[in-house]
């Protein structure tokens, strides 16, 4: 399971031309300002023409969460926004014999 990146980081052009993150202590984005830096992310990709690396998982997303991989590296992933706690419904148990 992906923990929540603890730290600084830059946006950078890594070698491939993608727009990506990169673990930086002298960085201005963190977990807690991460919309600002998917906002950052999403205009220099349309300034300098160039894709976006983000993890989208198969079910789709639209919150940006910035994680650290299994090294420690981080990455933007975009998740499904989560419902508020309490409005969780619980089925029943159906005794059937």
Known sequence: MAK???GTVSIIKNL???ITVQADPEGKFTS???DEL???MLAL???HKAECKFFIPE???DTPL???DRWGKPYVSLLPAR???GTVTVSKVTKLA
Do not use: E
Request: charged share 20%; aromatic share 12%; hydrophobic share 40%.
């Open 32 to 34: 807690a300002n991460v």
């Open 45 to 47: 990709s349309k300034k």
């Open 16 to 18: 491939k031309g993608l």
């Open 59 to 61: 079910v789709g997303g």
């Open 83 to 85: 419902k508020a706690p």
């Open 38 to 40: 998917y906002k950052t």
């Open 4 to 6: 929540i990146y603890n």
């Open 66 to 68: 910035l994680f650290a």
